[in-house]
Every structure is written in structure tokens, then in C-alpha cells.
């Protein structure tokens, strides 16, 4: 199965943040369908969310799971099969995904699985254009994702540079956008990586594994490039990604970077309630750094104000800005980035980045969603 992580659009146009907020729901009982075996239900809602996002590959995708789980075989390869011409191109997670075992060794799933490696082998990617002071490095590690890495030719085997990953939102890579902070990184030590080819639409617990087991150490082979504990930075639903790999093991990040992203409890979303996700049992929580972007106009800067009350008595350490005026947006303007470079440069020193108990409104950011489309999160 392959499911979603997706942010909450809080504050947007009524028409765009209904169905956003409908397709996250169906995500959320669909993976709770899965964890409790209930493979009817998860077939039901894998209905809806078709009709919801009917050219998104993943809808189909999970149906064939919750079908193959039912032993409806017929179904199950129609329904793989309709994925796959939707785009579906991720042959290592079908192959091995346990939900479709009982249509596993069937011709017609070999032949979708074949035609699941062209989609990957077909699939475009971004070419980066030369950015002056940066070794820009293009590759596709086995197994892994396409990145793009850009490194300061300050950078040396004697003082490496730190790494940022930049976690896309969903609808598009974001990379322009990310890519622009480039310069700022450099100045304060840390190099930036991107994804060039995967699927933009959001991110799937395949592509979590793909970039920390397979891509991370192939990018950390780079000369002049130190990977280990590398800093997240997402935007919207790559912030809760970046929230969700820091929940499952804090101590493997060196920080998290966050813009419109919120501490939602997903489990109890799911249920219709709105809640502060439980802090993990990690003492790393309190050693990990968090710079946090939400706007003021944003319902999420209520879900992070309530946040850092309960996480800073529990000593996480937590830097709030909240930016007026600010929306479900790209909130990184001058004045942000700056701020950015500041806490950076603190982190990189090994320091808690003071003033991180402090939540100062600042001014107004930047506009605009790098690579969402409206609707999506």
C-alpha cells in the first residue's frame, strides 16, 4: 500500500480547502482501514478517494491492495492495471508489497510490473540550470530518488559543508522556490538537496525510505559534503512529512525546517478532531532543533501556539515566527530568511538556537505555493 502524507489547508478559498480537507480524511481512515485488517472498508474508501482524484495513480494503487487482500484477483490486476496507465511507476514497492502477495506471480501482474519500470524509466526530470559558486551535482542512485545537489565550491574535505533536504509539497517539486534559499544555506555551511524525479503529487511511505536508505548515502559519498544528521526543510505536505520522519526518529535529523506545515495528531484527524500530535518518547526531542513559518491567518498558527506550550515544557526546542497577514503559503520573504540564516548558523555551531522559546511576529513573507496546485496539499 502507498498512502499520502498531506497537509491541512487552513484558511484558503472554501472551494479549494473542502475537497483538500476530504481527500486527507479518506487518506487517514484508508491507512486505518489497513492497520486493522477491515479490507472491505479499505476497499470502499479507496472508491471514494477515486472519485475525488480520479487522475492520481495512488487511488487505484490501493484499491488493487484492498482487493488483492480480499483474494479478488480479477479486480485487483484491473485496478493495478489502471494505475499504471495512470503513471504508477515504482516496480521495487510493488514487487514488494505484501498487500498484493496473492496476485504476486500471476502474467498479468509481470506484465504490469514491466510496465510500472518504462513508467520510471520514462519519467521526466528536472534539469537545474548552473548557479555560480555551486558544484551542482545531478544522479540517480540505485534504488533511490533522482536528486540534484548543490554544494558551495567553498566546500572542501577539510571543512565540509552540513546538508539540507528539501521535502516538495504536493502538486509539483517546489524546487525553484527551494533552490533560491541555495545561496543562504551556503553562506551559513549547509549544502541543499533536491528531488528531480519522483512523484510530485505528494509523498508515500516508499519515497521516505527510498531517500533516507538509498539516496541520503549515496549523496553522502559527495567530496566536501557532511550528510550525517541532515537538516529537513518541507513545505506543506513535505513539512508533515519532515514532522513525521522527526516523530519516528528525532535523533537521525540535525534539525526541521518548516513552512505551513502543522503538529496535527492523525489519528485523531482522521476521527474529525483537531489535536497537537503526542511528542515522541525520544530524549532526542530535545536536542533536535525546530524553525517554524505558519502565518497569522493560517488556522495552523492557533494548532502551533498551543503546540509550544506543551512542547517547550517538555524542552523541545522550538523557534515559532509567525508572519502576518500570512495565509497557507510560501512564507520565506527577506526578513524570514534571514532569520533562517541566523538559526542555521547557531545549529551548525552545535548550539540550541537561542530565542527559540520566544514566538515574535515578524513581517510579512513571501506569496505564493511553490509547486501546489490549488485543491492540494
Given at each position: 500500500?502507498v498512502?499520502l502524507?498531506a497537509?491541512?489547508h487552513?484558511q ?11 481527500y ?6 484508508l491507512v486505518?482501514?489497513?492497520r486493522?485488517r477491515?479490507y472491505?472498508?479499505?476497499e470502499?474508501?479507496a ?8 487522475n492520481r ?8 491492495c484492498a482487493?488483492?487482500?480480499q483474494?479478488?484477483?480479477?479486480e485487483?490486476l484491473a485496478?493495478l ?5 495512470l503513471g504508477?511507476?515504482?516496480p521495487e514497492h510493488?514487487e514488494g508489497?505484501a498487500d498484493l502477495a ?22 521526466p526530470?528536472e ?5 555560480a559558486g555551486?558544484r551542482?551535482?545531478?544522479?540517480m ?6 536528486y540534484r545537489?548543490?554544494?558551495?565550491e567553498?566546500?572542501t574535505?577539510d ?8 521535502l516538495?509539497?504536493g502538486g509539483?517539486?517546489?524546487n525553484?522556490a ?5 545561496p543562504a544555506l551556503?553562506?551559513q555551511g549547509?549544502?541543499?538537496?533536491v528531488?528531480t ?8 511511505e516508499?519515497d521516505?525510505r527510498?531517500?533516507l536508505?538509498k ?10 559534503l557532511d550528510a550525517?544528521?541532515p537538516v ?7 513539512g508533515?512529512?519532515?514532522l513525521e520522519?522527526w516523530r519516528?526518529d ?5 534539525g526541521?525546517?518548516?513552512d ?5 495528531d492523525m489519528?485523531q484527524?482522521?476521527?474529525?478532531k483537531?489535536?497537537?500530535m503526542?511528542l515522541?518518547?525520544?530524549?532526542a526531542?530535545r536536542?533536535t532543533p ?6 497569522a491567518?493560517?488556522?495552523?498558527s492557533?494548532?502551533w501556539q ?5 512542547w517547550?515544557?517538555a524542552?523541545?526546542p522550538?523557534?515559532l515566527?509567525i508572519v ?7 512564507l ?5 530568511v ?10 551548525a555551531k ?7 522559546s ?5 513581517s510579512r513573507?513571501?506569496?505564493g505555493?511553490p509547486?501546489?496546485r490549488?485543491?492540494q496539499?
Amino acid at each position: 500500500m502507498v498512502c499520502l502524507a498531506a497537509a491541512v489547508h487552513a484558511q484558503t478559498r472554501p472551494a479549494d480547502q473542502e475537497p483538500a480537507e476530504q481527500y486527507l480524511r479518506l487518506q487517514q481512515r484508508l491507512v486505518e482501514s489497513f492497520r486493522v485488517r477491515r479490507y472491505d472498508q479499505a476497499e470502499s474508501i479507496a472508491r471514494k478517494i477515486i472519485e475525488l482524484a480520479p487522475n492520481r495513480a495512488e487511488g487505484p494503487y490501493n484499491l488493487a491492495c484492498a482487493l488483492a487482500r480480499q483474494g479478488k484477483t480479477d479486480e485487483a490486476l484491473a485496478a493495478l492495471a489502471d494505475a499504471v496507465r495512470l503513471g504508477y511507476g515504482d516496480p521495487e514497492h510493488m514487487e514488494g508489497d505484501a498487500d498484493l502477495a496473492s496476485v504476486r506471480g500471476n502474467r498479468r501482474f509481470e506484465e504490469l510490473l514491466k510496465q510500472a519500470g518504462e513508467n520510471q524509466a520514462k519519467a521526466p526530470f528536472e534539469q537545474g540550470k548552473p548557479m555560480a559558486g555551486f558544484r551542482t551535482i545531478e544522479d540517480m542512485p540505485p534504488g533511490g530518488l533522482r536528486y540534484r545537489l548543490r554544494l558551495s565550491e567553498q566546500a572542501t574535505k577539510d571543512k565540509p559543508h552540513r546538508l539540507v533536504v528539501w521535502l516538495h509539497p504536493g502538486g509539483g517539486s517546489g524546487n525553484d522556490a527551494a533552490e533560491r534559499l541555495a545561496p543562504a544555506l551556503a553562506r551559513q555551511g549547509y549544502a541543499l538537496l533536491v528531488l528531480t524525479r519522483k512523484s510530485f503529487a505528494g509523498w508515500s511511505e516508499a519515497d521516505a525510505r527510498k531517500l533516507l536508505d538509498k539516496t541520503l548515502p549515496h549523496v553522502a559519498q559527495v567530496e566536501g559534503l557532511d550528510a550525517r544528521r541532515p537538516v529537513l526543510l518541507g513545505y506543506s505536505a513535505g513539512g508533515q512529512m519532515a514532522l513525521e520522519l522527526w516523530r519516528e526518529d528525532a535523533g537521525r535529523f540535525g534539525g526541521v525546517i518548516l513552512d505551513a506545515a502543522y503538529p496535527i495528531d492523525m489519528e485523531q484527524y482522521a476521527r474529525g478532531k483537531l489535536a497537537v500530535m503526542p511528542l515522541p518518547q525520544s530524549p532526542a526531542v530535545r536536542t533536535t532543533p525546530i524553525f517554524v513559518l505558519v502565518g497569522a491567518e493560517d488556522d495552523g498558527s492557533k494548532l502551533w501556539q498551543s503546540a509550544a506550550r506543551s512542547w517547550r515544557e517538555a524542552q523541545v526546542p522550538l523557534t515559532l515566527h509567525i508572519v502576518p497577514n500570512g495565509r497557507h503559503q510560501w512564507l520565506f520573504g527577506r526578513e524570514q530568511v534571514a532569520l533562517l540564516e541566523t538559526w542555521l548558523g547557531e545549529v551548525a555551531k552545535g548550539q540550541l538556537p537561542a530565542g527559540a522559546s520566544d514566538p515574535k511576529p515578524t513581517s510579512r513573507g513571501g506569496s505564493g505555493a511553490p509547486g501546489e496546485r490549488a485543491g492540494q496539499q
